[in-house]
């Protein structure tokens, strides 16, 4: 399984990107998808998740309410769309396929709940 994350760059404060995520293989469909990102210096953190059953989402709570994730099966994609960004948001993205088609928030915000992980693409929030 291959994660190519693409859709990063440079923005101004308040404004807005969508990250995406292409897979590689034939199951994408069955198993949960989810975003992570980690600034300068700091631990790769949870952003948010979405299942593969029930289209169930999870977020952090630093994003809540401004990022949105979303998937399309039949083009084996998953999406991040990131309104009023903030400096704060810089990191890189990383996008990852779950061990399983869903579970919990507390499942799916752990880094080892993840098997298989793109490269990262980074978002950079400045005036």
């Known amino acids: 399984v291959q994660l190519q994350a693409s859709g990063g760059g440079l923005v101004q404060p308040g404004g807005s990107l969508r990250l995406s995520c292409a897979a590689s293989?034939?199951?994408?469909?069955?198993?949960?998808m989810g975003w992570f990102r980690q600034a300068p210096g700091k631990e790769r953190e949870f952003v948010a998740a979405l299942s593969a059953f029930d289209t169930t989402t999870y977020y952090a709570d630093s994003v809540k309410g401004r990022f949105a994730t979303s998937r399309d099966n039949a083009e084996n994609t998953v999406y991040l769309r990131m309104n009023v960004l903030k400096p704060e948001d810089t990191a890189v993205y990383y996008c990852a396929r779950a061990c399983h088609g869903g579970g919990s928030w507390s499942e799916l915000s752990r880094i080892m709940s993840y098997d298989y992980w793109g490269q990262g693409t980074l978002v950079t929030v400045s005036s």
């Open positions: 293989g034939r199951t994408f469909s069955r198993y949960a």
